[in-house]
């Protein structure tokens, strides 16, 4: 990457002087956070708060009458939705809908990157969910959310790319700007968008392995776990050490090894899937 180098040291900084124009969080996300805020809201104002948004509304009661959600009575409004799926995991899965459209571009070169990059947060995402089930103290679908949210910093980076003439770097330049660069960033894009300290530091440590909460399995474990297995299959994996990766040993008694994250994987094949089909991934 030396002939680049330069290139991606001033994007990057760039970005973190605010010299770029980090993508903005969807208004329907905003209005969200700030109705939940109080204390007093209700289902409807989140209903319809909702509504305005069709693509929003449309996404949530395709979800509510998937299979992951089987109830006896399909949902045919928002507000029987949210009932059935409760008001954290509407809050998540408009989030997780949000990031979406964020990758939506006209520019041939990195709307091909960008829908690279939505197909594999969507896998590592539906991996996430799956993971956290398994556990008792993670919420299935904020682990959806963090999974999708690990790599966010990817965006700016291949936007700020495309002004720089993409199409004239090779893969392997944009790969290791991507290594380099897209947890750096994606710090300065979820101070920006206000988001959690848990969502902030699954973003801070994606992929780092060596990661210790030095106490029960977290968020950043679950999210670094499902990184791992959605790489099973590619030649990017080289399974860790138990004694280097504190997220496989606390998983359970005998810690995760390949073998069982392969069992993992085909146990939870279903919901997996239909996760991605969900997402568009």
């Known amino acids: 990457m030396k002939t680049s180098s330069g290139l991606f040291t001033r994007i990057y900084q760039d970005i973190i002087n605010d010299h770029v124009n980090l993508p903005h969080l969807p208004d329907i996300t905003i209005k969200l956070r700030k109705a939940l805020s109080n204390d007093n809201y209700s289902i409807d104002t989140i209903a319809r708060i909702i509504q305005t948004d069709v693509s929003s509304s449309a996404y949530l009661l395709n979800i509510a009458n998937s299979a992951l959600y089987k109830t006896r009575a399909s949902p045919s409004d928002i507000q029987s939705a949210i009932r059935i799926m409760g008001i954290s995991t509407v809050r998540n899965l408009v989030n997780a809908h949000a990031l979406k459209s964020i990758t939506l571009t006209d520019k041939a070169t990195t709307k091909k990157y960008l829908n690279a990059h939505w197909q594999r947060s969507a896998y590592l995402a539906a991996i996430a969910n799956a993971i956290a089930k398994m556990v008792d103290n993670i919420d299935p679908d904020l682990a959806l959310l963090a999974g999708l949210l690990s790599g966010v910093g990817a965006l700016p980076v291949l936007m700020k790319l495309d002004e720089n003439d993409l199409i004239n770097l090779t893969e392997q330049d944009i790969q290791e700007a991507l290594n380099t660069y897209t947890a750096k960033v994606g710090i300065v894009l979820a101070r920006k968008w206000q988001l959690n300290q848990d969502l902030?530091?699954?973003?801070?440590?994606s992929g780092?392995?060596?990661?210790?909460?030095?106490?029960?399995?977290?968020?950043?474990?679950?999210v670094n776990i499902a990184k791992l297995l959605s790489q099973i299959g590619t030649h990017k994996i080289q399974w860790p050490r138990l004694e280097d990766s504190p997220c496989l040993r606390k998983f359970s008694e005998d810690g995760l090894t390949m073998e069982t994250s392969i069992e993992l994987l085909k146990e939870a094949r279903a919901d997996i899937g239909e996760i991605k089909k969900i997402l568009g991934g």
């Open 200 to 205: 902030q530091l699954v973003i801070k440590n």
């Open 208 to 222: 780092n392995l060596a990661y210790d909460s030095e106490d029960q399995i977290d968020l950043v474990d679950v």
